[in-house]
């Protein structure tokens, strides 16, 4: 366990200093809301897509097929479980307020949060796994997400669910995987370029959001404690016993466990300001639950690692 915590430890300590840096920038002002929506837009189209299909540029192997198809299920299961503990644990009065705090115990911040330490801490292989997760993300957000941040207004929209860059891209990269296709070095080195970007971009957004923050909102989380605790400790220690009884093991265990315990998304402060929901809310969340997580995930991935 010892082993396993320093090594998860020094992964997440490099994210944290990457976070800083972030921090900083936003509190100087060298870092702006308007340069971090630019930057989100580009880590979401741009960066993310070839961190997927990067990762899909490998031999095709049915053992690897198999494990794909297992973190797909892991990914089913966490989100299943994440709806059912937030139905049952989350009663405001408020009903916008209760749908802001159910979307951010269902969904975590599997793409930004969850990808650069999976790459850290297990290599491409790890980031193989992790695109099953967030194919399943993806097509849960843009459903069954929108839908319940909407209040049933939301209609349903199939060209988002298949056509968003996550799901897109993990379409493009299975494509090469089955074929054994490699890209060739003129498409491959850039599309190497913008995956490298993946670890040190995202960290300066979370950095940013964390700025945000005033000690006050810290301390003061009353209201918010339940929904970030069940994010960050009581979803991830549930999926992991399951999964644990149905037989997961090494690098698909760490890999599900990492994008489940990853803290609240970011796409929570989107869809609460596209469908009129408590923006502040749901900004306090993301930031809280992003500073948490240096604790939390390091503990519970460092478990996971160990009992796998």
């Given at each position: 366990?010892l082993?396993?915590?320093?090594?998860?430890g020094?992964?997440?300590?490099?994210?944290?200093?990457l976070?800083?840096?972030g921090?900083?920038?936003?509190?100087?002002?060298?870092i702006?809301?308007?340069?971090?929506?630019?930057i989100?837009?580009?880590?979401?189209y741009?960066?993310t897509p070839?961190?997927?299909i990067h990762?899909?540029?490998r031999?095709?192997?049915?053992s690897m097929?198999?494990?794909l198809?297992?973190?797909?299920l892991?990914?089913i299961?966490s989100?299943?479980?994440?709806y059912?503990?937030?139905?049952?644990?989350?009663?405001d009065?408020?009903k916008?307020?209760?749908?802001?705090?159910r979307?951010a115990?269902?969904?975590?911040n599997?793409g930004?949060?969850?990808l650069?330490?999976?790459?850290?801490?297990l290599?491409?292989?790890g980031v193989?796994y992790?695109a099953?997760?967030?194919a399943v993300f993806?097509?849960?957000?843009?459903?069954?997400?929108?839908y319940?941040?909407?209040?049933?207004?939301a209609?349903?929209?199939?060209?988002?669910?298949?056509?968003?860059?996550?799901?897109?891209?993990s379409?493009?990269?299975?494509?090469?995987?089955?074929?054994s296709l490699?890209?060739?070095?003129?498409i491959?080195?850039?599309?190497?370029?913008?995956a490298a970007?993946n670890?040190?971009?995202?960290?300066l957004?979370?950095?940013?959001?964390?700025?945000?923050?005033k000690?006050?909102?810290?301390?003061?989380?009353k209201?918010?404690?339940?929904?970030?605790?069940?994010?960050?400790?009581?979803?991830?220690?549930l999926?992991?016993?399951?999964?644990?009884?149905?037989g997961?093991r090494?690098t698909?265990?760490?890999a599900t466990?990492?994008?489940a315990?990853?803290?609240?998304?970011?796409?929570?402060?989107?869809f609460s300001?596209?469908y009129?929901k408590d923006e502040?809310?749901a900004?306090?969340?993301?930031?809280?639950?992003?500073?948490?997580?240096?604790v939390?995930?390091t503990?519970?991935v460092?478990?996971?690692r160990?009992?796998?």
């Amino acid at each position: 366990m010892l082993e396993s915590f320093t090594i998860v430890g020094t992964q997440v300590a490099v994210l944290f200093i990457l976070i800083a840096l972030g921090f900083f920038g936003g509190k100087i002002k060298l870092i702006t809301r308007d340069g971090v929506k630019c930057i989100n837009d580009i880590m979401l189209y741009f960066v993310t897509p070839c961190v997927i299909i990067h990762a899909f540029q490998r031999d095709y192997d049915p053992s690897m097929l198999k494990n794909l198809l297992l973190s797909i299920l892991g990914s089913i299961i966490s989100h299943a479980l994440c709806y059912l503990v937030g139905f049952i644990l989350i009663h405001d009065k408020d009903k916008a307020v209760r749908s802001v705090h159910r979307f951010a115990v269902c969904f975590s911040n599997c793409g930004f949060m969850a990808l650069p330490l999976l790459e850290a801490l297990l290599g491409s292989e790890g980031v193989f796994y992790g695109a099953g997760y967030l194919a399943v993300f993806n097509i849960t957000v843009w459903s069954l997400g929108q839908y319940s941040m909407a209040g049933g207004d939301a209609s349903f929209d199939g060209k988002k669910i298949i056509l968003n860059p996550g799901v897109l891209s993990s379409i493009i990269g299975l494509i090469f995987f089955f074929t054994s296709l490699r890209l060739p070095t003129l498409i491959a080195s850039p599309i190497s370029f913008m995956a490298a970007l993946n670890t040190p971009v995202p960290m300066l957004i979370i950095g940013y959001t964390i700025a945000g923050l005033k000690l006050k909102d810290i301390i003061n989380i009353k209201s918010e404690a339940l929904t970030i605790a069940t994010r960050l400790v009581i979803v991830p220690m549930l999926l992991l016993g399951i999964l644990y009884l149905m037989g997961y093991r090494g690098t698909l265990l760490t890999a599900t466990i990492v994008s489940a315990s990853a803290p609240v998304a970011a796409i929570t402060t989107m869809f609460s300001i596209k469908y009129k929901k408590d923006e502040s809310i749901a900004s306090k969340l993301v930031a809280v639950s992003s500073l948490f997580s240096i604790v939390t995930m390091t503990v519970i991935v460092s478990l996971a690692r160990t009992i796998s």
